[in-house]
């Protein structure tokens, strides 16, 4: 066993989960009860009852986030389940905390079925300020999300697919700035089209990337294709390619992202590519190269998802901005526009980008407070 595994197992049992709840006022008399509960709480129930705006003003509507999972897509691990899902959640929980100063609640589904999650997830919105949407598998992540968006009048993001995508963006920013090339110009490789790839590309193509390439398990998605499902469709018709294998994909390309399994890219696949190739490989906990085979074969900057590695794309440089703009700005909906935004705004947190220095330390709060900037209407 990894020596971090071990001792993650030891600090868990040693703590017994990573979250409490703590009031924010005192219970020491009489009338603290009085006002925090009976009978002063019933004006508050009124006063909501009579403008529902005001439950903002009142309760912790305001500042609450819930981080909803149904553990069907767990850190790369897979379909573990909602009980599995739980320390994950909580970890999330005590990033927004520490992070932006949210209170995050972690709200496990055991169950899998769209219908019963959006159901659920709308039925106890009322406590919540947003919903962070967390570890559920493509393509029903893309339902899910879609519907909660237009049925809930609070924001609605799926951190694996968003997140991801600004963090990855704000990392492109800052590489093609240092490989002397611009947007126009670039050829980008997208290997993975489940939440991260799919989002990933749709982000890049809105910020005016003209030519993307988007990968597979089987090869390039096309649209001579035959197998693909709706959400592929989808991704066909923001490219124009022709039928091939990531080998041909990558060849020329400037730019590699991998949001797909371990050891997917070899050396080859680096050497084939144009000059100063950049190569982000993102699958956890393993990536689809290693970095210093990756930089042995010649790539120019590399990044992982990987904590201790160069240039780490971690999503908690976007999450905890993200709903902090939102709640302090009352958004009801995150648009592509604000993640764009956020995205540049990230890049920017880097003031002197080098091949080693394209983002911001996972646990900058300079970083969130950049974000939030972005995440108004």
Known sequence: MDAVYKKSLEFHKKHGGKLETRSKVPLKNADDLSLAYTPGVAEVARAISKNKNEVYDYTLKRNSVAVVSDGSAILGLGNLGSLAAIPVMEGKSILFKELAGIDAFPICLDTQDVDEIVRTVKNIAPVFGGINLEDISAPRCFEIEKRLKNELDIPVVH??????????????????KLKGVKKE????????????????????????????????SRGIISRERKDLNESKIELAHLTNKSAGNLESAAKGSDILIGVSKADLFTSATIQGMNKKPIVLALANPIPEIMPDEALAAGAFIVATGRSGSINQVNNSLAFPGIFRGALDNKVKQVTMTMLVRAAENLAFCVTNPAPDKILPLPLDKTAVLAVARAIKN
């Open 159 to 176: 951190d694996d697919q968003w997140g991801t995508s600004i963090v990855v963006l704000a990392a492109i920013v800052n590489a093609i």
């Open 185 to 216: 110009s670039v050829k980008i490789v997208v290997n993975g089209a489940g939440a991260a790839g799919t989002a990933v590309a749709k982000i890049l193509v809105y910020y005016g990337f003209p030519d993307i390439t988007i990968c597979d």
